[in-house]
T-cell receptor
Framework: DSGVTQTPKHLITATGQRVTLRCSPR?????VYWYQQSLDQGLQFLIQ???????AKGNILERFSAQQFPDLHSELNLSSLELGDSALYFC???????????????FGAGTRLSVL | DAKTTQPPSMDCAEGRAANLPCNHS???????VYWYRQIHSQGPQYIIH???NNETNEMASLIITEDRKSSTLILPHATLRDTAVYYC???????????FGSGTQLTVLP
């Protein structure tokens, strides 16, 4: 158990809909990262928050947004969903802002999103 | 971040050591080598990391060549539960995210 909690585990929805994925980081971790894993793209970094502030952006679509709340949990909002958004979405947390230098990212079990 | 090259797949007999190579010939002096693994659609799991010296923890050993252009992850006694995709990632200390490549699919055979 990594200590990172993601809900829900599975989500089935229709095209055009909006969903929210939730992540609770490990106790004491200030950074939250979101990754998307689809069959054809592999694991792709989406966005990072550190202590409530956005720190880095990857290949995140404009239809997607995220935020980190004062209690440090994070939500990833996906809107106007398309078939191609079907994927595994992982959240990771770490103690510090940067990924290297001994800072370790711990991953949750993921949310499997199916857009029909 | 430096590019890494890993073999797409490897097999290992259960109970034997699994040696997973990674080439990172363009690595710079301030870049770390990290290893993660992903067991069938589960969240990636941190294994080990190093900068210059060899490292060992309860899961594995990391051997980095003296010129730092390649490294080997060693699972000393592979079990069936070690079957996974193993990712070698090279990043600086100030990197904002992990960049995952294709990794090596390790299959541990009974």
């Amino acid at each position: 158990d990594s200590g990172v909690t993601q809900t829900p585990k599975h989500l089935i929805t229709a095209t055009g809909q909006r969903v929210t994925l939730r992540c609770s980081p490990r106790s004491g971790d200030l950074s939250v990262y979101w990754y998307q894993q689809s069959l054809d793209q592999g694991l792709q970094f989406l966005i990072q928050y550190y202590n409530g502030e956005e720190r880095a952006k990857g290949n995140i679509l404009e239809r997607f947004s995220a935020q980190q709340f004062p209690d440090l949990h994070s939500e990833l909002n996906l809107s106007s969903l398309e078939l191609g958004d079907s994927a595994l979405y992982f959240c990771a947390s770490s103690a510090y802002a940067y990924s290297g230098g001994g800072n370790i990212q711990y991953f949750g079990a993921g949310t499997r999103l199916s857009v029909l | 971040d430096a590019k890494t090259t890993q073999p797409p797949s490897m097999d290992c007999a259960e109970g034997r050591a699994a040696n997973l190579p990674c080439n990172h010939s363009t690595i710079s002096g301030n870049e770390y080598v990290y290893w993660y693994r992903q067991i069938h659609s589960q969240g990636p799991q941190y294994i080990i990391h190093g900068l210059k010296n060899n490292e060992t923890n309860e899961m594995a050993s990391l051997i980095i060549t003296e010129d730092r252009k390649s490294s080997t992850l060693i699972l000393p006694h592979a079990t069936l539960r070690d079957t996974a995709v193993y990712y070698c990632i090279v990043i600086t200390g100030s990197a904002r995210q992990l960049t995952f490549g294709s990794g090596t699919q390790l299959t541990v055979l009974p």
